[in-house]
């Protein structure tokens, strides 16, 4: 399975820079108040994927750390339940099984 990972890895890399070979044009990105950056095409992409992606990430964070809080006062409570309870293994014991004595 590594091997194959590493040959899409390996078709995947020459198909990305094939691509960036391809769009080194040079392009104006036009933003507000007429302020205007030049250069390779294929930067400018690179540069909003990476942007995309960073704010992607922090879009996400709060969520993460809200689930992180839940899922340990979850676990918190259930282990006061558990000490309430008595009980201090988490798995749950199998009944015993009677035998009967056939003679």
Do not use: W
């Not at 918190?76 to 009967?100: E, H, K, M």
């Amino acid at each position: 399975m590594k091997f194959v990972s590493t040959i899409i890895g390996c078709i995947l890399f020459v198909l990305f820079f094939s691509f960036a070979l391809k769009n080194t044009h040079q392009v104006d990105l036009h933003f507000f108040l007429n302020y205007e950056v030049r250069g390779p095409l294929v930067l400018m992409l690179l540069a909003f994927f990476v942007a995309g992606a960073f704010l992607g990430i922090v879009a996400v964070t709060p969520t993460v750390f809200r689930h992180r809080r839940e899922s340990s006062q979850h676990k918190n409570t259930i282990q006061a339940l558990q000490s309430a309870a008595g009980t201090v293994s988490g798995a749950p014991q199998p009944d015993g099984v009677s035998q009967r004595n056939e003679a």
